[in-house]
């Protein structure tokens, strides 16, 4: 099995692809602030920040939060944490942003913004970068441990939609209730299921040279860089999964591609945008969901604290 990294572990490995100077000071940062930073934001000639749960903080030279001694950056600045990152091969990587972002090992990820070049309605490359955003990877092992067993009925995990708004956590949700099932759980009475999982961005598993960085389970198949509706079928047809899971439907290929799983027997695990099972009701897109699904698991994020809400109201759209 693989061994992964704690959250500290994560925070030092981001750190190592910050120019020298900015490094030195992140690394002063308390244990509590690296143990929760989500994102290291440069930008040419404006102030390096750090994105925590409780918003954006400047950091300044000393390693402190505020905006008395701020680290300024410079365009090489961003060049050199591009070096970095990229191994010395920047143009190679830049090539390869058609997602938006650079996969980075250790499951971190580097977005970018420059001038586009386009070609074919689409970015081909990114010259001139002048900001970065390095989003840490984090993962919350045993998030689910709270209403995995309301997901079964009788002991059998039921199919189960992740509705939430952006930041609330559903990636972090869903990644785990793929690691459960993959294992499995003796005192919930659960055997260990083949997992597929269509990861069209690489945000769950996080796949860097092949390998993910981020923990799904032993018993998980990935398919990435994929669009999810053709992932989805390849999967159906080549691993035998038990549960398919798949991250953001948005498009009624996605539903009809979750509607020929549900028809083969095979059970269904996903995420949607949306403030709740009532805002999707307005949605014409999303009311073929009703039949699938049996469980909705709502995220509600306040105070920095996450909630989740599980319901069998679902069906009522």
Do not use: W
């Not at 191994?87 to 390869?96: M, Q, R, T």
């Not at 993962?139 to 689910?144: F, K, L, R």
């Not at 038990?242 to 027997?265: F, M, N, Q, R, W």
């Not at 996903?270 to 999707?280: F, R």
């Amino acid at each position: 099995m693989p061994t992964y990294k704690t959250a500290l572990d994560k925070f030092d490995s981001a750190a190592s692809l910050l120019p020298p100077h900015v490094r030195m000071a992140v690394a002063k940062l308390p244990e509590q602030r690296r143990n929760t930073a989500e994102e290291f934001r440069l930008r040419a000639e404006r102030p390096f920040t750090v994105v925590f749960s409780d918003g954006e903080h400047t950091i300044c030279k000393n390693g402190a939060l505020g905006d008395t001694d701020p680290i300024v950056l410079s365009v090489q600045d961003i060049v050199s944490a591009l070096e970095i990152a990229t191994k010395g091969s920047v143009h190679s990587a830049l090539e390869n942003i058609r997602t938006g972002y650079i996969p980075l090992k250790d499951g971190h990820r580097l977005g970018i913004c420059g001038t586009a070049v386009c070609r074919d309605g689409g970015i081909t490359t990114v010259k001139h970068p002048s900001s970065i955003a390095i989003r840490i990877a984090r993962e919350v092992i045993g998030a689910s441990d709270r209403i995995l067993a309301k997901l079964l009925k009788p002991g059998r995990f039921e199919n189960t939609l992740i509705i939430s708004p952006p930041g609330c956590g559903k990636t972090t949700l869903l990644r785990d209730l793929i690691r459960r099932l993959s294992i499995g759980s003796t005192n919930l009475a659960i055997p260990s299921m083949r997992v597929a999982l269509a990861d069209e961005r690489g945000e769950v598993a996080a796949k860097f040279e092949g390998m993910p960085q981020l923990n799904i389970g032993p018993r998980t198949d990935v398919m990435d860089n994929c669009p999810k509706s053709l992932a989805i079928m390849m999967l159906l047809r080549a691993m035998s999964p038990e549960v398919i899971a798949v991250d953001e439907i948005t498009s009624p290929d996605d539903v009809a591609a979750l509607k020929c799983a549900y028809g083969c027997g095979v059970k269904l695990l996903a995420t949607i945008h949306g403030d709740s099972v009532n805002d999707l009701s307005s949605r014409s897109l999303y009311r073929d969901l009703a039949e699938m699904f049996k469980f909705a698991v709502t995220i509600t994020k306040t105070h920095n604290h996450r909630e989740y809400f599980v319901s069998e109201l679902l069906r009522e759209i």
